[in-house]
């Protein structure tokens, strides 16, 4: 029992980790997961129902008179519609559950403008399901998992270190049908000071990852096609069969098979995946850098919405896996990760300022309208997000006026501004 009785309250050098360990349920402890998997989902769904209903009938009133429930009533009428339906449940993990519904309107109303989509309804036919658990209700030894009074098969590939604190998790099952817990855990680090002054500028690409030091080094990271190894290949296939069998509503056993098979190979590509981030980040934060600059992932994605095809690559990419790793890989050694926003760094001539369109006359090279510097396109950009804070007061400016839909016309007119905007 390691996660009660350590304080470490009073470290002020703490770290937040998520270690993540599978779990062999009985078949009684797997229905009594799926039962929460089940509740969870319905609790959201009744106070994702309410509040709609809620935000509809507010509507007709005067702004300056509109009242909407606190977090208590949501929770009571919450519980009260479940236990009518003689659902079993643990309140915490209702509760926890209604927490992120709220956490997930407050993202929805903060970020509605960058094009962040209103919560949605969750489905229990889903294969992957997941639940939140907390302090109260979950405790370990090296044998078992110890959550709703039930001791829990578990392996503890890695140990957990001593005196680490647990203040949440998850316990969900993965599309192939596996059960995993997800702890949240403070563990004592000693961060190393950084007085380093070495900084650099990271450009994700589809292809390749550009990072420019400030030490006037640029490298190019090619990136494997991960749509190209075997197991994707082998996942197409598959989808491709189980397409036709759901056009023709064959739910057969074979079908549930072929389905499994599918779920099963799409793990094993996300596997690889984390494999190659994982060994990229570790690469990229051992360069001892003071800071490291990346684009702001969400608007970035936004601003390439328009191809749907780039968006396929985007997230066959996972970038949001690789920025997680380097982000907490940083943060243990005491490395500053700004995010910068992502408008215009690939149309920006690095050594002179000028940002235009007509300087990316393809995908790969850069050629300055203006001063005809002549560079590949992804190694231009990063300079630009290494060196952002050189970027003039008029640049800026032009970025916080940065809209999608500006983005969308920029092929349209081919200089931003007229004649084109210069640093300095
Ligand atoms: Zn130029």
Not at 357 to 364: F, G, M
């Given at each position: 029992m390691e996660n009660t009785d350590t304080i470490i309250d009073d470290i002020p050098l703490c770290l937040h980790r998520n270690y993540r360990f599978r779990l062999y349920p009985t078949k009684e402890q797997a229905t009594l997961l799926q039962s929460h998997f089940f509740a969870s989902n319905q609790a959201w769904n009744t106070a994702l129902g309410n509040k709609i209903e809620e935000l509809n009938t507010q509507s007709a009133v005067l702004k300056h008179e509109r009242k909407y429930s606190k977090f208590n009533d949501v929770y009571a009428t919450t519980v009260e519609a479940l236990k009518s339906r003689k659902l079993k449940f643990n309140s915490g993990v209702v509760q926890d559950e209604l927490r992120k519904l709220d956490a997930t309107f407050q993202r929805y109303y903060s970020r509605k403008s960058t094009g962040y989509g209103f919560p949605k309804f969750a489905k229990s036919s889903k294969t992957e399901q997941s639940f939140i658990i907390r302090n109260q209700s979950a405790s370990w030894d090296e044998s078992h998992f110890k959550v709703f009074r039930q001791e829990i098969k578990w392996r503890q590939h890695r140990a957990i270190p001593a005196g680490a604190k647990f203040t949440g998790g998850i316990i969900k099952r993965t599309s192939d049908g596996k059960y995993w817990v997800v702890l949240n855990l403070t563990l004592r680090h000693e961060f190393p000071a950084n007085s380093s002054t070495l900084e650099c500028g990271i450009d994700l690409n589809v292809e390749n990852v550009s990072i420019s030091d400030s030490l006037g080094n640029t490298d190019l990271i090619p990136l494997p096609n991960?749509?190209?190894s075997k197991y994707s290949k082998r996942y197409v296939r598959l989808q491709q069969q189980l397409s036709r069998r759901y056009k023709k509503k064959n739910f057969s056993k074979n079908t549930k098979r072929l389905q499994r098979q599918a779920n099963k190979v799409q793990r094993k590509i996300k596997n690889c995946k984390d494999d190659f981030f994982h060994k990229l980040s570790t690469e990229i934060v051992?360069?001892?850098?003071g800071r490291i600059t990346l684009e702001d992932l969400e608007i970035k994605r936004m601003k390439e919405s328009d191809s749907t095809r780039l968006n396929r690559l985007i997230s066959d990419v996972s970038w949001d896996s690789l920025i997680q790793k380097i982000k907490y890989k940083a943060a243990m050694q005491n490395v500053i990760v700004r995010e910068i926003h992502p408008a215009y760094t690939s149309q920006?001539?690095?050594?002179?300022?000028y940002i235009s369109?007509?300087?990316?006359?393809?995908?790969?090279v850069f050629h300055c309208v203006s001063c005809n510097h002549t560079a590949n396109a992804d190694c231009n950009a990063s300079l630009n997000i290494l060196e952002y804070?050189?970027?003039s007061l008029e640049q800026k400016a032009l970025i916080s006026s940065w809209k999608i839909s500006k983005s969308l016309s920029v092929s349209e007119d081919p200089s931003i501004g007229s004649p084109g905007i210069h640093a300095g």
């Open positions: 991960f749509s190209k051992q360069h001892n850098y920006r001539c690095n050594p002179c300022g369109d007509a300087n990316r006359k393809t995908q790969s804070d050189e970027w």
